[in-house]
């Protein structure tokens, strides 16, 4: 049986078991708006994990992609990220699940 590799950008892995999941920013949901405490930029939306059957339940990962960010650290592969849930619930049911996001370098 050959191996299954996961697209990284897309999994996360839950602490408490270590079981992979599938994540997803789903298009078109309304996600809150969140900005920068360093620059007040508005954060963009980067990785996501909905309940099952739920999509009001969620935990989210915003990123600051804006480049003059006092916390943008481009040597570092570094910036701003705030982690969000949406309820009491998706914290107790998620707080263990790691979210991942990949920060590419410029060229």
Partial sequence: MK???LNSDY????GRTNTVVMTQVIKGFPYPERFCAYCEQELSVENAFH???NEEVFKCLYQCLNTD???YDEEGNMSYV???YSCT???E???SLFLKIKR???Q
């Fill in 51 to 53: 309940a099952p059957g």
């Fill in 104 to 106: 590419e370098l410029k």
């Fill in 69 to 71: 960010c006092g916390a």
């Fill in 89 to 91: 619930l998706a914290y």
């Fill in 93 to 95: 049911l998620y707080e």
């Fill in 3 to 5: 191996p299954i590799y």
């Fill in 82 to 84: 705030r982690v969000y």
């Fill in 11 to 14: 999994s996360a892995v839950d």
